[in-house]
């Protein structure tokens, strides 16, 4: 059976935004590690990270145990997996057994992983994860020693493989101060390590945002997101690198289109109302066509009388609401529209383009979200 529309992945164009990524890290050898929380930003876990690895990727970052599983299963390269926030009571056996690794940003944690690292006899990759200013989560000094104390009593079984955190905002300017302080504080827990006598272990603070701005920010590893998929973290840090180098067009390249077809076409006189209730009147004759995608598809109810899809090469507007499983476009004055025609919600046709970005802003939403919304049953392929 056919799914009512599809998401396409670009293979070119995330070979693209590595290829990006890597210039702005230069030749110093800084490892990416690709974050796929967020079902991988809504492109897919599955068909995503066998994907980015074909791109060399060998490195993934999820939030919790069930997303690492995933990751697991769809890796075809025994790629490291890292898991930065949540793991179930009863799932970190498998986490430890599957040599997978995690934020540590509890003594409870640390415990917690040295039992079951015990039971299994595999010793836990253990990220320490500490406090510098998002106060989120995150060991402060005194639980950094402690927890570096437990791990030299126990170097069969817990091993020092990371030390990191997470910056507040890098994507805006106006948290200047709050990063740079971030960074220090960083920098005096990375001695606090060292002093204690560990070393080749892996130090990461940066997210995409923070990779562009704060160069110094890097260290041995960079916890991409939203820029592999070819995003920008906000129009800030977008203008600020391609203002600043007088770029016309962004170096970073859209990896995710979202495409469906004409369910329906139909003529509508004028005065007659279109859809439920009296939200939109056809203020002439008009001809619509309906698209089998709704709000359970992720069309946003929100984009009722706002949304524009591409059919065509033409960008048309929603009229009417947004329904379960279906909307409603103007094609009028559009000719030769037919059931089956490709309709682009998110992506390009002919000369025309729906960003993400544009596609949110009919629906006041911001990048990030939006694409986490993304329904999972929504097929997804990759195109070259
Ligand atoms: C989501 C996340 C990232 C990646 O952020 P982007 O802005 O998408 O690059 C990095 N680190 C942590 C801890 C995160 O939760």
Known sequence: MNATS????????????YAFIRKLLGKKSVRISSVVKGNAYGHGIEIFVPLAEACGIDHFCVFSDDEAYRVYHAAK???DILIMGDIAANAIDWVIQH????FCFSIERLQDALNAAKKSGIP????????TGLN??????????KALMIIEENPEHLKMEGLCSHLAGAESIANYLRIKKQRSKFKRMDEIVRKAGFDNYCRHLACSAALVRYADTRLDMVRVGIMQYGFWPSPEIFIEYCG???????????????????????QVQTGEYIGYGTSYIAHQDMCIAVLPVGYSHGFFRSLSNKGRVLIKGERVPVVGIVNMNGTTVDI???NGIKPGDEVVIIGIQGELEITVASFGEYSNQLNYELLTRLPEHIPRHVVE
């Open 332 to 334: 009028s004055g559009i």
């Open 124 to 131: 836990a990759r253990v990220h320490l994860e500490v406090e």
């Open 244 to 266: 600043g180098r007088a770029l016309r067009t962004s170096p970073l390249k859209r990896v995710i289109s979202w495409k469906t077809r004409v369910m329906n076409v139909k």
């Open 77 to 79: 390269k025994h790629p």
């Open 136 to 145: 989120r989560t995150g060991l402060n000094e005194s639980e950094l020693k």
């Open 99 to 102: 040599h997978i690794g995690f």
């Open 6 to 17: 599809h998401i396409e992945l670009s293979k070119k164009n995330l070979q693209k935004n």
